[in-house]
């Protein structure tokens, strides 16, 4: 009746089944993630300047005084294959030499190319810009400087950024009187690796799985919704309401749902006007889940209601300052207008993470917490846990280890996943979530309630090309028009649940269980242990 023990990386669980619900069954960063190139075409075989090369970008050189080197797709230049780049630069001049890539947030990433100097010596450090905007080459994050000589040297730098941008830049900044050599750039992300098994396993899905499952595995897909000022102009409610709409159609097509965690704005901009009903038609016609998701409050109106971001940015001057109470209020205040607007509980709350009483949520009807992830890291906690607990109380943004130790007298339980966005990029969705499924499923307890959920953004669906019309709403009629690109993203999604999550579902591996539903299947299993 003893909890198994973890990896050897991972401190060993001690005590009862009942005391320690939730073992840490491994360290994600160090046992889990192996790193994947998603630069499709670094080595510049495919395409060149002046022929739909889009991975590459020239820029004026940073010292104004410069004038424009010759940069140009070459033979000579190749490391591998038979394209690269040369840079030559003679005096006077120089040049920013740019590779785009599309990455996420939250989780390193290792930028690398492959460069030489055939003439002689030269330093180069690389560059990693955040683009937010076609012309905004915002402040770099810069790595240690190379010295490149005439053998090929692969420069690289490992960041992160926290937050969301439209790609990243790998740049090198070369000056007078320097030839340089760029070939073979790769952009590279860490994907969990795939369980293995010492004894029988299978393929269902493309995940790899025990030959039959230990216990099922109760999943869920949670979207969150930000921009709350803009929620309050019609055109983007109208489209923003439309990607929930659409994935929720998706997810119960294939005798699933969704959970939409979203801030106070969006159903406040609904049934002031926008779409009365909304919230109810998606949970009628989809089985949509509704839980609070919360960075507030952000400040008090002058009669001290707790009040959310849009209207703390648009009213500066309201108080700031608030009580604990004021935080309970608030989540009680999202919790009864969710209700309200769906007809459906919501006992589930996402967000304030710093708050040090937790179990004071319990107050106001919240019974579960989920879908953690350090905001100031924009990171989930480091570990693989998949049953559920009750955590500790205090600030788990700044003591994240006494979040995941056992306390029985919180009065929240905490149903786990991985709190962090899976990806931005629909296109990668596949490839994300196996190995992800393929590790919870490998520790799925038959002694333990199991669960896994990943998180999705609204924000993630937009236009890769620029296109204004990737969700056109027409003012005059109130319809949408949904582009060929955005149908595609939305696709993604559909073909995942039918190739991945659907035979899983089928072969007994996963169940579709809602967030407050495996609260209640914990609940029952703690009864139970204690009984015993």
Known sequence: DCAEDGPDSVPAQTGSLCDTPNPHRAVVSEELLIFENFLEDGGFEESGLGEGGENVVIQASQQSSLKAATVERSNAAARSGSWGYLIEAGPGEGILFGIKGYMEKGEDIRFSAWLRSPHGESTITPLVFWIDDENDL???????????GPEWTQVEIITSTKQGVKYALLAFEVGPNTTLHIDDAMFEFPLWRMAEYEGESQVIG????????????????IIHIEDPNNLHIKPYFETQSTIFTELAHVFHAHGGFLTIQPEQDWPEAAEAGFHPGLLAELAQNYNVQYSNHTHGPNCLDPQGVPRSAADCNTNPNWEKTFTDDDTVAYAQNMRQLYESASGIPVTDHNGNFDFTATSRFAEVGIQTMSAFKNKNEQRTYDMLIN??????????????GNFLAHDPATEII????????????????????????????????????????????????YSRTGDPNYLAYNE???????????????????????????PLVEAGYLRWTSIPEIGQLYQTWETACHEK
């Open 414 to 461: 905490y149903i786990p996943g991985w709190g962090q966005a899976l990806t931005r990029h629909p296109d990668r969705v596949a490839a994300r979530i196996r190995p992800m499924l393929s590790q919870f499923i490998s520790y799925a307890d038959p002694d333990r309630v199991n669960s896994f959920y990943i998180v999705l953004h609204v924000s993630f669906f």
């Open 138 to 148: 915002r402040q770099p994050t810069i790595g240690k400087a190379f010295t490149i």
């Open 476 to 502: 005059a009629t109130g319809q949408i028009t949904q582009s060929e690109e955005f149908q595609t993203h939305i696709q993604y999604w559909d073909n995942m649940l039918t190739e991945v999550i659907d």
């Open 387 to 400: 049953n559920p607990w009750r955590p500790g109380q205090g600030n788990a943004l700044e003591d994240v």
């Open 206 to 221: 493309g995940v790899t799985v025990p030959a039959e499952p230990a216990a099922v595995t109760h999943i869920n897909f």
